[in-house]
């Protein structure tokens, strides 16, 4: 084996190696993501329960502050906007970007535009959205 296939053979030897060691991480933050939110139920409710504005524990100071979510529904996806304009809110009128990134990878996946291609080319807003092109190395796991 020539030194280059040495070479690309150790890194990608080692690139699954790391996938490997990546994925056990990830199923272990997500096991104590399960449990901080266990517990973190149990103190809210505690604080709650005893009308307690704040406490200092553990180093901390905690409190139970409200956190709200917005959601806008497709159905009413253009009454959403025009309300926006009437607030004045106009440059809070945008297109999430992946949801563009998804709609121009779908397009220049119909057209069988090259992969290398920017996706926005031939579209309507070809010139108007930005591309950074990179090459990234993907994977399938075999045997």
Same mark, same amino acid.
């Given at each position: 084996? $020539? ?58 100071? +905690? ?5 709200? $979510?917005?959601?806008? *529904? ?21 297109? *999430? ?13 119909? $057209?069988?535009?090259? *992969?290398?291609?920017? +996706? ?14 990179? *090459? ?8």
């Amino acid at each position: 084996m $020539s030194s280059t296939g040495s070479v690309l053979s150790s890194a990608l030897e080692r690139i699954s190696e790391i996938d490997g060691r990546i994925k056990e991480l990830d199923a272990s933050v997500k096991d104590l993501k399960a449990q901080r939110s266990h517990y973190e139920g149990v103190a809210i409710e505690a604080m709650q329960e005893g009308r307690l504005d704040g406490v200092k524990a553990a180093g901390r100071s +905690w409190r139970v502050e409200t956190e709200h $979510s917005i959601s806008v *529904p497709s159905a009413v996806k253009q009454e959403i906007v025009e309300a926006a304009r009437r607030a004045g809110l106009d440059d809070m009128v945008t297109i *999430p970007t992946t949801s563009l990134k998804a709609y121009l990878k779908e397009r220049a996946r119909e $057209s069988g535009a090259s *992969p290398d291609a920017p +996706w926005a080319d031939g579209t309507e807003f070809a010139g108007l959205v930005g591309e950074y092109i990179r *090459p990234v190395l993907r994977h399938v796991t075999t045997g």
